[in-house]
T-cell receptor, first 110, second 114 residues
Framework: SQQGEEDPQALSIQEGENATMNCSYKTSINNLQWYRQNSGRGLVHLILIRSNEREKHSGRLRVTLDTSKKSSSLLITASRAADTASYFCATDLNDYKLSFGAGTTVTVRA | DVKVTQSSRYLVKRTGEKVFLECVQDMDHENMFWYRQDPGLGLRLIYFSYDVKMKEKGDIPEGYSVSREKKERFSLILESASTNQTSMYLC?????????????FGEGSWLTVV
């Protein structure tokens, strides 16, 4: 069962612009993670935010978490062509299982 | 460097064949996972294992089985491949619980069943 849903499904931006994508989920979580997937490759972990955290930064990435709204956002600032990828949020259903959304496909135009 | 290796990147199999997808991790992780990824559906968990010889069903276990005889190796078995099992299969591993820890993914195995 998919717990998380990303929005929008697809996003096209100009190099240098910011990209924002959102994740909504249904049940309470302990942690939420964001992953990136380049075309035809495996997923790579970007950032983990715990339920007691509201915001987290990693380089050009900024993640927010609003547990009252059951939503998270991922912001990529000053985007580059190399940021072209699909981005997934993952929420923990229990200690072993993560539930992934269908992803947001980001295209950065040169 | 952390590594999850899937032995086959691309496979083409016939309907009814038995298919083995192999995955090895070099991080001494307790947990290993098999997901399948289809367009518009995201990643769906097939099976996971939290210890050697232990396995748990995920969301879509039908038509699949798994084997974990050694800590570093987790195999996905399609007993009798069918065309609706054409998909990308992703193996992953993590230490302890997956929720609070990073999951490391392999590069994926593209399986086509004809």
């Amino acid at each position: 069962s998919q717990q998380g849903e990303e929005d929008p499904q697809a996003l096209s931006i100009q190099e240098g612009e910011n990209a924002t994508m959102n994740c909504s989920y249904k049940t309470s979580i302990n942690n939420l993670q964001w992953y990136r997937q380049n075309s035809g490759r495996g997923l790579v972990h970007l950032i983990l935010i715990r339920s007691n955290e509201r915001e987290k930064h990693s380089g050009r990435l900024r993640v927010t978490l609003d547990t009252s709204k059951k939503s998270s956002s991922l912001l990529i600032t000053a985007s580059r062509a190399a940021d072209t990828a699909s981005y997934f949020c993952a929420t923990d259903l229990n200690d072993y299982k993560l539930s992934f959304g269908a992803g947001t496909t980001v295209t950065v135009r040169a | 460097d952390v590594k999850v290796t899937q032995s086959s990147r691309y496979l083409v199999k016939r309907t009814g064949e038995k298919v083995f997808l192999e995955c090895v991790q070099d991080m001494d992780h307790e947990n290993m996972f098999w997901y399948r990824q289809d367009p518009g559906l995201g990643l769906r968990l097939i099976y996971f294992s939290y210890d050697v010889k232990m396995k748990e069903k995920g969301d879509i276990p039908e038509g699949y089985s798994v084997s974990r005889e050694k800590k570093e190796r987790f195999s996905l078995i399609l007993e009798s491949a069918s065309t609706n099992q054409t998909s990308m299969y992703l193996c992953a591993s993590s230490s302890q619980g997956a929720g609070g820890n990073t999951i490391y993914f392999g590069e994926g195995s593209w399986l086509t069943v004809v």
